[in-house]
T-cell receptor, first 115, second 114 residues
Framework: QQQVKQSPQSLIVQKGGISIINCAYENTAFDYFPWYQQFPGKGPALLIAIRPDVSEKKEGRFTISFNKSAKQFSLHIMDSQPGDSATYFCAASMGSGGSNYKLTFGKGTLLTVNP | EAEVAQSPRYKITEKSQAVAFWCDPI?????LYWYRQILGQGPELLVQFQDESVVDDSQLPKDRFSAERLKGVDSTLKIQPAELGDSAMYLCASSLFRRGGEQYFGPGTRLTVT
């Protein structure tokens, strides 16, 4: 059972464009939603995260939009740069039901930003 | 900048051999996680420690995998015997508090079983 569904699987954007990656979750008990960036051969790096009490969070060129009623959240990368080319993972966690806040990851989106 | 350390970075082993991975979390982080990441997929939790205690090992194949964090600091994940299907990236992560949230990952150990 995949609790976090991520799309698209891959994305190609021109330099300066906007990259948008979407995630949908099923479990309404999730209360923490981070995005991770992973370069080949490296571990995932925490990029930005949001909790359901806000609808949007912005850090530099990265913005998370959160829609609690639709059970969806998305990552927007403004002014995309070739250095942003990486795999992006959304994730979700909860502290209730004995889950101990473990992260459930989406399957990832391979972003390529062309110069 | 504090980082999670892992070793070795790469490991090639033959089927049925034993293999071990080591992780040193960020200093002061109480919670430590071991994840497995198959190529092209997101990480999946194998085991979670709070200090030296296991709080979740529901996805750990206990017939061949074991993990320990004896003094509540660094940790070792062992596979014995290794199988072809164990080829993957093994990631360690740590977080300051038990209340999840910001998990910081190490560089991982790429395991290839031949």
């Amino acid at each position: 059972q995949q609790q976090v569904k991520q799309s698209p699987q891959s994305l190609i954007v021109q330099k300066g464009g906007i990259s948008i990656i979407n995630c949908a979750y099923e479990n309404t008990a999730f209360d923490y939603f981070p995005w991770y960036q992973q370069f080949p051969g490296k571990g995932p790096a925490l990029l930005i995260a949001i909790r359901p009490d806000v609808s949007e969070k912005k850090e530099g060129r990265f913005t998370i939009s959160f829609n609690k009623s639709a059970k969806q959240f998305s990552l927007h990368i403004m002014d995309s740069q070739p250095g942003d080319s990486a795999t992006y993972f959304c994730a979700a966690s909860m502290g209730s039901g004995g889950s101990n806040y473990k992260l459930t990851f989406g399957k990832g989106t391979l972003l390529t930003v062309n110069p | 900048e504090a980082e999670v350390a892992q070793s070795p970075r790469y490991k090639i082993t033959e089927k049925s051999q034993a293999v071990a991975f080591w992780c040193d979390p960020i200093s002061g982080h109480a919670t430590l996680y071991w994840y497995r990441q198959i190529l092209g997929q997101g990480p999946e939790l194998l085991v979670q420690f709070q200090d030296e205690s296991v709080v979740d090992d529901s996805q750990l194949p206990k017939d061949r995998f074991s993990a320990e964090r004896l003094k509540g600091v660094d940790s070792t994940l062992k596979i014995q015997p290794a199988e072809l299907g164990d080829s993957a990236m093994y990631l360690c992560a740590s977080s300051l508090f038990r209340r999840g949230g910001e998990q910081y990952f190490g560089p991982g150990t790429r395991l290839t079983v031949t």
